[in-house]
């Protein structure tokens, strides 16, 4: 069971979820039926031209954090010193959460994992994912049509699980238990990677709900408290940089199953695994 965050977010998914959560989730569901063509323009809302600079920013973050494992693995430095060492992600398999026809596997992943498997809800865009792969179909493995709230990954089969601009649709709970079940799905020195919308940091909203597609775009405080009930910590966290002034801003984190309870305090909201870097 979740703990609250606040009075504002208890009493927003007791409003939101009243009918059981069939009409939350129905309405996501529907709208990416009717306003999606499976294209890169389709799955980027219309904004297809933040490819590029998304792309370019999450190999960069990628890089950095296999940089800083690497560093904590051969001299215990680093956030996490003191605590053991953690040991280095492999570059052997991923899993793509929310990868509609493979645009983060095709430009991304394939770039740095052998394998990737893709989990996508709508089953026309995941039918589309070995054409659009092009050059890059030998690094796809297995496709899961499947919704985030119901998916479990294998245990101990991911060394990387990226989840990309979809975990809004997802209440908190669900949220939560989610990245549990990736926790479980890791390898060891696996990460999950969270590349989402949030509220600036001068909000005074918790969330902020689009009626459109039934989503909410989180608080940094309240993503964090979320990582923190799933039993994550954050190895590192930074913005998205290249980005228009005009779009919500975007936050990539590095998280990894917190290993004792040693670290429980880093952990916390506020104060979540000390992986700084936050720009």
Not at 51 to 77: H, M, N, T
Not at 118 to 128: I, S, V, Y
Not at 197 to 203: A, E, F, P, Q
Request: net charge negative; glycine share 10%; hydrophobic share 40%.
């Amino acid at each position: 069971v979740m703990a609250a965050f606040s009075s504002n977010t208890t009493a927003f998914w007791e409003k939101e979820l009243a009918d059981g959560g069939g009409e939350w989730y129905g309405k996501s569901t529907q709208y990416w039926i009717e306003n999606c063509p499976p294209t890169l323009d389709g799955v980027l809302g219309g904004f297809a031209a933040v490819d590029p600079v998304d792309v370019r920013e999450s190999a960069k973050f990628l890089e950095d954090v296999a940089a800083c494992q690497q560093r904590r693995c051969s001299d215990g430095g680093g956030a996490g010193a003191g605590e053991g060492r953690r040991p280095a992600m492999r570059r052997e398999h991923a899993l793509d959460g929310g990868a509609g026809i493979g645009r983060v596997t095709k430009h991304l992943l394939s770039n740095f994992f052998a394998k990737v498997d893709l989990l996508e809800g709508n089953q026309r865009l995941l039918d589309h994912a070995p054409d659009f792969l092009g050059e890059k179909r030998a690094h796809l493995g297995e496709m899961f049509c499947d919704t985030l709230q119901n998916f479990a990954p294998r245990e101990a089969a991911y060394d990387c699980i990226w989840v990309q601009w979809v975990v809004i649709y997802l209440t908190d709970v669900d949220f939560i238990r989610f990245l549990a079940r990736c926790a479980r799905g890791l390898r060891q020195g696996g990460l999950i990677f969270i590349k989402e919308n949030v509220l600036d940091k001068d909000s005074t909203n918790d969330l902020v709900k689009d009626e459109d597609d039934s989503s909410v775009t989180r608080s940094l405080a309240l993503m964090e408290h979320i990582f923190a009930e799933a039993g994550l910590e954050i190895v590192l966290k930074r913005h998205q940089q290249d980005w228009a002034d005009n779009m919500l801003p975007v936050m990539m984190y590095a998280l990894a199953p917190r290993r004792s309870s040693s670290t429980d305090e880093e952990a916390k909201p506020g104060a979540a695994g000390g992986g700084g870097d936050e720009r």
